[in-house]
């Protein structure tokens, strides 16, 4: 299980964290993610962090958002600084192990102008 939090509602270039906590799941050797979809759009990768601890970004977040994992609390997070109208979007944690994809229930971001 995957549980969401930290989404709402902020002003253009102000900052949110979402976090991620799993359950039910060998959280250490997941590879999480954070993906997000926006009305009308298709769901897309926002951030991932292996196991190792690699992280990659959509080119659109980079230098914005920071990806980061807490094995202890077996918890993702996602810092959002600087953002824009066009982060708006519902935001859903990942994880995959082989043979196994999980999906939170998403969390709303909205950014005002």
């Known amino acids: 299980q995957l549980v969401e939090s930290g989404g709402g509602l902020v002003q253009a270039g102000g900052s949110l964290r979402l976090s991620c906590a799993a359950s039910?799941?060998?959280?250490?050797?997941?590879?999480m993610g954070w993906y997000r979809q926006a009305p009308g759009k298709q769901r897309e990768l926002v951030a991932g962090?292996?196991?190792?601890?690699?992280?990659n970004y959509a080119d659109s977040v980079k230098g914005r958002f920071t990806i980061s994992r807490d094995n202890a609390k077996n918890t993702v997070y996602l810092q959002m600084n600087s953002l824009k109208p066009e982060d708006t979007a519902v935001y859903y944690c990942?994880?995959?192990?082989?043979?196994?994809?999980?999906w939170g229930q998403g969390t709303q971001v909205t950014v005002s102008s």
């Open positions: 990942n994880s995959k192990l082989v043979g196994a994809n999980y």
């Open positions: 962090i292996t196991s190792g601890g690699t992280t």
């Open positions: 039910g799941i060998i959280f250490s050797v997941s590879t």
